[in-house]
C-alpha cells in the first residue's frame, strides 16, 4: 500500500543534445566530475523518492547503465521519438501504474535544481493541485512565461506560441513539475500538439488543470538554478556555477580558500573545518579532507582520503586509493597511489608510492620509486614504522622493508629488509685517475674531425 504523500521521481532523459557536437548522450557528459544526469538525480533522490524513473531515449543502454550504477532500483523507460515533454513523461506511466502519490518531473540536464527548492515545491502541494518551479529571467528570450493571477498559476505559454504582450512577461518555466501522479498522467492525456513545433508540451497540463477547476501554483528559484545543458558553452557555465557554490560553502563552513577563484571542486569533496587549501588545487572525485590539514598549491586530489593535520604539496598527487595519515607530509613532486602513509610520515619530494604500506614516522629520501608493475601484475611494498629509505633506492615489489631499518641512497632493493637492519644494494665505486681527461680529448678530435670531413 502506498502512502498519500509518498513520492516518485520521474527524469527525462532521452534528448539527443545536437548542439554538444558529441557521439555521447548529453546527460552523461560530465559537471564537477559526475555526469549531468547524477546530479539531477541527486537532488530529486534527496526527497527520498519511493520510485525513481528515468526516461532514455539517444543512447538508452548507455544512460541506463549510468542510472543503475547510482542506485540499481531506478526503473527506465525508452522513448523512441522525441516527440515533446509531455510524451516524455507519458512513457513512465506505466512503470508507475498504480501508485498514489505525488510525481516530481525533473531534466537530465539541468542539474543546478537545490534539493531546498524541491522541498518547498513538496510544500507548496499542500494548497495547490499542481505546482510549476518558476524563475524571474534577466533576458526571457526563447523561455515558456508563466501568466499568473495572484498565487494562482493560470497557463504557461512557451515563448513561439506567446503574444507581445505575454513576451513581456518575466517569470518564466523551468519545465519542473510535481502533482498527484494519477492527475499528472490523466492531465497529459488531453495534450494536444496543435502548436508552432507539433509537440505535446508538459507546459500544456496547467491550462488543462485550471479547465478542470483544479489549481494550480508557483515556486520560485534562483535563473541559475534552471540553466539546462545544450551546448559546451552552457556546460562551461553550469560548471562556473557549480564551482562558485562549492567555494561559497567551503569558506562558510571554516574552510580556508586562499585564492577561491582557482580552486575546483568534485561533486562529492568532503573536507573539514580548519583545512587551508592554497592556490591552484583540484579535488577530483571521492575525496575527503579532514579537520586541520593543508592542501599546498598545484596539487590533484582523487579518490584519496587526507587525515587531520596532514600537509600535501605543493605539486602532489594523490591517485585512487592515497590514504594520508594524521600529521604525515607529502611534498612536491610526490605522487601516491593505492598506498596508505602512516602517521607523522614523511615522502617529502620527488618520489612515487604505488601499491604500498609505509609505517608510522617513516622517512621516505627524495627521488624513492616503489616499482609496482611487472608489466603484467602490480606488487606491493611494505615500509616498517621508523624506517629511513635513502634518496634514489629503487624497492622492487614485493618487498618488506622492516621497522627502523635503513637503505642506502641509491640501492635498488631486491630482497627483504629486516627490522634495524641496513641494506646496501648498489656496485662499488671505482675511481680511474686521469681518464676523464683523457676521455674527453679523445671526444673532441673525433667532432673535430668530424666537422672537417663535413666542411
Known amino acids: ?6 513520492l516518485s521521481l520521474i527524469v527525462l532523459a532521452a534528448g539527443l543534445g545536437t548542439r554538444m557536437k558529441s557521439e555521447k548522450p548529453k546527460v552523461l557528459h560530465e559537471l564537477a566530475g559526475a555526469p549531468l544526469l547524477a546530479h539531477a538525480l541527486a537532488a530529486g533522490r534527496a526527497l527520498e523518492p519511493a520510485r525513481v524513473v528515468v526516461v532514455a531515449g539517444h543512447g538508452a543502454e548507455a544512460v541506463r547503465a549510468l542510472a543503475q550504477e547510482i542506485d540499481p532500483a531506478i526503473e527506465v ?117 496543435d502548436n508552432a513545433a507539433g509537440e505535446y508540451y508538459l507546459t500544456d497540463i496547467v491550462a488543462i488543470a485550471r479547465a478542470r477547476g483544479l489549481t494550480a501554483t508557483v ?63 583540484v579535488f577530483g572525485p571521492g575525496v575527503t579532507v579532514e579537520t586541520g590539514a593543508q592542501i599546498r598549491a598545484f596539487s590533484h586530489l582523487e579518490g584519496c582520503h587526507v587525515s587531520d593535520g596532514a600537509v600535501i604539496g605543493p605539486f602532489a598527487r594523490l591517485r ?54 611487472d608489466g603484467v601484475m602490480k606488487h606491493r611494498t611494505e615500509i616498517g614504522a621508523r624506517a629511513f629509505i635513502g634518496s634514489d633506492t629503487m624497492l622492487v615489489a614485493p618487498v618488506k622493508v622492516g621497522a627502523e631499518a635503513m637503505t642506502a641512497s641509491g640501492s635498488v632493493i631486491t630482497e627483504d629488509v629486516p627490522e634495524g637492519a641496513l641494506a646496501i644494494a648498489r656496485a662499488r665505486q671505482e675511481v680511474k685517475p686521469g681518464l676523464a681527461r683523457r676521455l674527453m680529448a679523445r671526444l673532441r678530435q673525433i667532432k673535430a674531425r668530424k666537422a672537417e670531413q663535413e666542411g
Do not use: W
Open 1 to 6: 500500500m502506498v502512502l498519500p504523500m509518498a
Open 77 to 193: 523507460a525508452v522513448q523512441e521519438q522525441q516527440l515533446g515533454t509531455a510524451h516524455a513523461v507519458a512513457q513512465a506511466r506505466p512503470l508507475l501504474e498504480g501508485f498514489a502519490g505525488d510525481a516530481l518531473v525533473l531534466y537530465g540536464d539541468t542539474p543546478l535544481v537545490r534539493p531546498e527548492t524541491l522541498e518547498a515545491m513538496r510544500a507548496a502541494r499542500g494548497r495547490a493541485d499542481l505546482v510549476v518551479l518558476g524563475f524571474e529571467a534577466a533576458e526571457p528570450g526563447r523561455y515558456g512565461r508563466l501568466v499568473v493571477e495572484g498565487d494562482a498559476l493560470e497557463r504557461i505559454v512557451e515563448a513561439k506560441d506567446a503574444s507581445p504582450e505575454e513576451l513581456r512577461i518575466t517569470l518564466c518555466n523551468s519545465g519542473v513539475v510535481m502533482a498527484d501522479a494519477p492527475t499528472l498522467f490523466s492531465l497529459i492525456e488531453e495534450v494536444g500538439n
Open 219 to 281: 515556486v520560485r528559484c534562483d535563473e541559475e538554478e534552471t540553466l539546462g545543458v545544450n551546448s559546451r558553452a552552457e556546460l562551461a557555465r553550469a560548471e562556473a556555477v557549480f564551482q562558485r557554490r562549492r567555494r561559497a560553502e567551503a569558506l562558510e563552513d571554516g574552510v580556508t580558500l586562499v585564492a577561491p577563484e582557482t580552486v575546483f571542486f568534485s561533486f562529492d569533496t568532503v573536507i573539514g573545518r580548519d583545512v587551508v587549501v592554497e592556490p591552484n588545487v
Open 320 to 373: 585512487p586509493g592515497a590514504e594520508i595519515g594524521e600529521g604525515a607530509k607529502v611534498g612536491n613532486f610526490v605522487e601516491v597511489k593505492a598506498a596508505e602513509i602512516g602517521p607523522g610520515a614523511k615522502v617529502n619530494h620527488l618520489s612515487y608510492i604505488g601499491d604500498a604500506a609505509v609505517g608510522e614516522a617513516a622517512n621516505i629520501g627524495a627521488g624513492t620509486i616503489t616499482c609496482n608493475y
